[in-house]
């Protein structure tokens, strides 16, 4: 198993292997047991699990940003909630917009069930996953250039509505999913 970019957190993390379903039968369902490791000197952190469809082993090995033993618990704030200022090593801007559309569309979904704390929790994961998004603006340009995008997923995202990586059009949609909040969790 090859080691993998630097996970910020555990958050992160998670999202990361929701994104890569089993490659035997496409399956995301399985329990994880994780635990610290070391790539030669490099601290890492590894997830292994067995797919409960097909029985295969699944194996992740993250490496760790400078300094840490394990990834870091969420941050208080959508901006913090995935990780530090650094964009993603993990998932690229494309991938970001999939998340916050997915989480959007099951808060839409929680809210008419009249689950206002998982409609919460998820509009507030929207709100995390625009502002990973918004890590990869360089300072100053208008939006996320191409060369951000390095996943097939990612890139087909771009390529079909580019002009969702405005600047502009991120902050739009950030202020409108955190005016459709049914309350604030913290
Ligand atoms: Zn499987």
Same mark, same amino acid.
């Given at each position: 198993?090859?080691?993998?970019?630097?996970?910020?957190?555990?958050?992160?993390?998670?999202?990361?292997?929701?994104?890569?379903?089993?490659? &035997?039968? #496409?399956?995301?369902?399985? @329990?994880?047991?994780?635990?610290? *490791? !070391?790539?030669? /000197?490099?601290?890492?952190?590894?997830?292994?699990?067995?797919?409960?469809?097909?029985?295969?082993?699944?194996?992740?090995?993250?490496?760790?940003?400078?300094?840490?033993?394990?990834?870091?618990?969420?941050?208080?704030?959508?901006?913090?909630?995935?990780?530090?200022?650094?964009?993603?090593?993990?998932?690229?801007?494309?991938?970001?917009?999939?998340?916050?559309?997915?989480?959007?569309?099951?808060?839409?979904?929680?809210? &008419?069930? #009249?689950?206002?704390?998982? @409609?919460?929790?998820?509009?507030? *994961? !929207?709100?995390? /996953?625009?502002?990973?998004?918004?890590?990869?603006?360089?300072?100053?340009?208008?939006?996320?250039?191409?060369?951000?995008?390095?996943?097939?997923?990612?890139?087909?995202?771009?390529?079909?509505?580019?002009?969702?990586?405005?600047?502009?059009?991120?902050?739009?949609?950030?202020?409108?999913?955190?005016?459709?909040?049914?309350?604030?969790?913290?």
């Amino acid at each position: 198993m090859s080691l993998l970019p630097a996970v910020r957190s555990r958050d992160e993390a998670d999202l990361y292997l929701e994104l890569h379903p089993c490659l &035997r039968c #496409g399956s995301m369902e399985g @329990a994880w047991g994780e635990a610290p *490791t !070391a790539q030669g /000197a490099r601290p890492a952190y590894r997830y292994t699990g067995r797919c409960a469809d097909c029985g295969e082993t699944r194996e992740f090995v993250f490496a760790l940003p400078d300094g840490r033993v394990a990834p870091a618990a969420a941050g208080p704030h959508p901006t913090t909630r995935f990780g530090g200022p650094e964009p993603s090593a993990l998932l690229d801007p494309g991938e970001w917009l999939l998340v916050a559309d997915w989480c959007a569309e099951a808060s839409d979904v929680a809210e &008419r069930q #009249g689950d206002d704390a998982e @409609a919460a929790e998820l509009r507030w *994961t !929207a709100v995390a /996953a625009v502002e990973e998004i918004c890590k990869f603006l360089p300072e100053a340009a208008d939006a996320v250039p191409e060369s951000a995008f390095w996943s097939a997923r990612g890139r087909g995202v771009y390529q079909r509505e580019p002009g969702r990586f405005r600047r502009r059009r991120l902050v739009v949609v950030r202020d409108h999913h955190l005016n459709h909040m049914p309350w604030s969790p913290s």
